[in-house]
């Protein structure tokens, strides 16, 4: 498109420098043939008029001729240009071989003389050719130029298109953390920017996907927790001592096949959370929460089972915001587990209560009941380790959140007789401690850490 307008632009202007130099070249002959009317009009005689002649001829290729005298020159104009000169009176520019002609009527003594000027074509073309040229050679200089912009815009729009391919390629094999950068023509890099977009709604619809997946299993536990309460109501399932009829015996068996689907049900739960809650924490960012607020909502889910159940219930020190480096369904689970365990593995009518405190660096999240307690704490946090006929996951999903923060799970006997299960996270406000690693003063700030993680487990926040 460049080169076009340049042709376009180039082009009259040749033809105009064409055209000045034809103009320079009939002015001059005007000029030679105004020398020769003036000696015509003073009446010189014919040799004075010869000299005159010779005179205004100079370097030209051919004298001025007088048509109506006889000077010795031969005319180039065809008869009818030099009467249409006479009966027009006014100068004449005619087309002859080798050039043109200028014929100017001049009045003498009541005739009309015309003074013919041959002009020849290099005259007319002077200095036009050297223009042409170069004229020519800045437009093939323009159209290279041309060319190569051209070839490096494509190039760019290219290398833009096939980024933006493969882009989508690797998107469409499942690799949705691939972005482009976005670039050439501005279609392709709004292209891009749609693209980059388009990513991270994939990104985000997939994670929520899998949150709602997670939430939904969590919602599923409440259920089947009464149902796995209202099973373990049922009279006894063993069928090993005794002698019994026919529908006694049938009637324990089903008694059995119920507990052993809750027991599988729950354990596949436990397994869709844990996988969801893995992947989403694997491509989230970490993220933060307030576990005050996490507290509440998820006591708002289980009060109503306490209520059915009559287990008196309360929340302390849940009032405030405390921050913790937790994403808050990573939170919500881990409570929920150990909640869990509560209404699991304690009778109807036990009670419970949930503590949150803030001391020495750590935020302590306490779930306290009344039940009978855990006779073996550290096997009950070991993974896929319980006593219980479950699965083990509750505490260790408890275990592991706690870990992301920097911090540990404990289990003790609660102030109300039964298990105190205290998660502790690091307070990402506290201040840093700055003491040394090594030696006396390193030993001794490790035991103080020692010691404020046991006594978290054995005292108990009474509001604060």
């Known amino acids: 498109m460049t ?31 105004a020398v020769v009317s003036g000696a015509l009009a003073v009446g010189a005689d ?37 009467d249409r000169a006479i009966r027009t009176n006014v100068p004449v520019v005619a087309d002859v071989s080798g050039g043109v002609v200028r014929l100017e009527p001049v009045t003498v003594a009541g005739r009309v003389l015309v003074v013919e000027v041959f002009v020849p074509q290099a005259a007319l073309e002077a200095g036009t050719g050297g223009t042409w040229l170069m004229l020519i050679l800045v437009a093939a200089g323009l159209v290279i130029a041309s060319v190569i912009v051209v070839d490096r815009l494509a190039a760019r729009a290219v290398a833009s298109a096939r ?51 997670a939430d939904l299993s969590h919602r599923l536990r409440t259920p089947l927790t009464v149902l796995r309460l209202d099973a373990d109501a049922l009279d006894s399932d063993d069928t090993s001592v005794g002698s019994f009829s026919a529908a006694e015996l049938d009637r324990r068996r089903t008694i059995r096949r119920i ?46 089972l306490a209520g059915d159940q009559n287990r008196s219930h309360r929340v302390i020190g849940a009032h405030t915001r405390i921050p913790v480096p937790v994403p808050r369904a990573e939170l919500a689970a881990a409570l929920d587990a150990v909640l ?66 920097n911090g540990s799970v404990s289990i003790d006997r609660a102030r109300l007789g039964g298990a105190s299960v205290v998660m502790l996270l690091a307070d990402p406000d506290a201040a840093p401690r700055q003491v040394s690693r090594f030696g006396l003063v390193g030993r001794l700030a490790r035991e103080k850490e020692t010691g404020t993680r046991r006594r978290w487990s054995r005292q108990r926040p009474d509001g604060d």
């Open 3 to 33: 080169s076009i307008v340049a042709l376009a632009f180039l082009i009259p202007l040749g033809t105009a420098l064409q055209r000045d130099a034809r103009e320079d070249a009939l002015a001059e002959a005007a000029r030679r043939s």
């Open 46 to 82: 014919p040799s004075a008029l010869r000299r005159v002649v010779e005179s205004a001829a100079g370097n030209a290729a051919a004298p001025p001729v007088v048509h109506g005298m006889d000077l010795g020159a031969e005319p180039r104009a065809a008869t009818g240009d030099v």
């Open 163 to 213: 980024g933006l391919v493969q882009a989508a390629l690797a998107v469409g094999d499942g690799d949705l953390d691939v972005r482009i950068q976005p670039s050439g023509p501005r279609e392709l890099a709004e292209a891009g920017y749609a693209f980059n977009r388009m990513a991270d709604r994939l990104v985000t619809s997939r994670t929520d996907e899998r949150e709602l997946v």
């Open 259 to 304: 507990r052993q689907a809750i027991v599988t049900l729950e354990g596949e739960i436990d397994v869709l959370i844990n996988t969801t809650r893995k992947t989403v924490a694997q491509e989230a960012a970490p993220g933060s929460c307030d576990v005050s607020e996490v507290v509440r909502d998820r006591m708002v889910f289980w009060a109503a």
């Open 340 to 405: 869990g365990n509560v209404f699991r593995y304690t009778p109807q009518g036990t009670a419970f209560e949930v503590a949150v405190s803030r001391r020495d660096g750590y935020i302590a999240v306490r779930v306290d009941d009344a039940g009978p307690g855990i006779a073996d704490p550290d096997r009950a946090l070991r993974r896929g380790a319980s006593d219980r006929g479950s699965t083990g996951l509750g505490l260790d999903i408890a275990r592991r959140v706690a870990q992301q923060a």
